[in-house]
């Protein structure tokens, strides 16, 4: 079974960077859409970047120009840049294989497809 494990969170201050890691057990990067979601308190959780197989991209209005996803398939990892943090990005972060692979749509057309992992709390403080 697949396993998920998101690291990199922490405490930053507004405008500051963290960069979010996500390694998985099995070859799953490099043939699955990969996506990461977000879950502040008492939120749903939300996906804010998808990368699809082609490597193309998109992201939440709220994060775009700020947040940068891209994967490492050798490493079967997949990484979260996040820059010019807010307040508003305090949340527990996870990854997840998503569908649809190939194409990139509207975000809420994705489904993820894996068990969900710990995530990695993120801290924005002002």
């Given at each position: 079974?697949?396993?998920?494990?998101?690291?990199?969170?922490?405490l930053?201050?507004?405008?500051?960077?963290?960069?979010?890691?996500?390694?998985?057990?099995?070859?799953?990067?490099?043939?699955?859409?990969?996506?990461?979601?977000?879950?502040?308190?008492?939120?749903?959780?939300?996906?804010?970047?998808?990368?699809?197989t082609a490597?193309?991209?998109?992201?939440?209005?709220?994060?775009?120009?700020?947040?940068?996803?891209?994967?490492?398939?050798?490493?079967?990892?997949?990484?979260?840049?996040?820059?010019?943090?807010?307040?508003?990005?305090?949340a527990?972060?996870y990854?997840?294989?998503?569908?649809?692979?190939?194409?990139?749509?509207?975000l809420?057309?994705?489904?993820?497809?894996?068990?969900?992992?710990?995530?990695?709390?993120?801290?924005?403080?002002?």
């Amino acid at each position: 079974q697949v396993q998920l494990e998101e690291s990199g969170g922490g405490l930053a201050q507004v405008g500051g960077s963290l960069r979010l890691s996500c390694a998985a057990t099995e070859n799953i990067i490099s043939i699955n859409a990969m996506g990461w979601y977000r879950q502040a308190p008492g939120n749903q959780r939300e996906l804010v970047a998808v990368m699809s197989t082609a490597g193309k991209t998109n992201y939440r209005d709220s994060v775009k120009g700020r947040f940068t996803i891209s994967r490492d398939n050798a490493k079967n990892t997949v990484y979260l840049q996040m820059n010019s943090l807010k307040p508003e990005d305090t949340a527990v972060y996870y990854c997840n294989a998503v569908t649809p692979r190939s194409i990139i749509a509207p975000l809420e057309v994705y489904r993820s497809l894996e068990r969900w992992g710990q995530g990695t709390l993120v801290t924005v403080s002002s």
